[in-house]
């Protein structure tokens, strides 16, 4: 993980070498309780990369933008927790077709629409 500060925000990058995607099994930048905005950011597609991830969760945040169609190629993924953020546009319906998939944390936004 890489941090930089520019001016008043500070930027995180997820920075992966060629083995190192294969150990990462969850990825929590999640905020404790009533949503916090602390994390404004998207969710990049090169989440994709990371095909050992067991647990992504990023819920209580300020998270904008699509659910990336990526998350279909994690074929270990259990638990997706992405609620209480400012997601928008459709949710993929791929979601309901992960095998391995055990909990969706179901408190989407009102702004997305289902696939």
Do not use: H
């Not at 993929?92 to 936004?109: C, E, I, K, T, W």
């Amino acid at each position: 993980m890489e941090c930089r500060t520019t001016g008043m925000k500070t930027m995180w990058t997820l920075v992966a070498g060629p083995s190192s995607p294969a150990r990462l099994k969850t990825l929590s930048l999640a905020s404790e309780g009533a949503p916090s905005q602390s994390l404004s950011a998207s969710l990049s597609e090169a989440v994709g990369n990371l095909t050992n991830l067991r647990q992504v969760l990023l819920q209580n945040n300020n998270i904008s933008g699509k659910i990336p169609p990526e998350l279909d190629t994690l074929p270990r993924l259990q638990t997706l927790d992405l609620s209480n953020n400012r997601l928008s546009g459709v949710i993929p319906g791929f979601l309901d077709q992960l095998d391995s998939l055990q909990y969706l944390g179901r408190q989407l936004d009102v702004s997305m629409q289902c696939n």
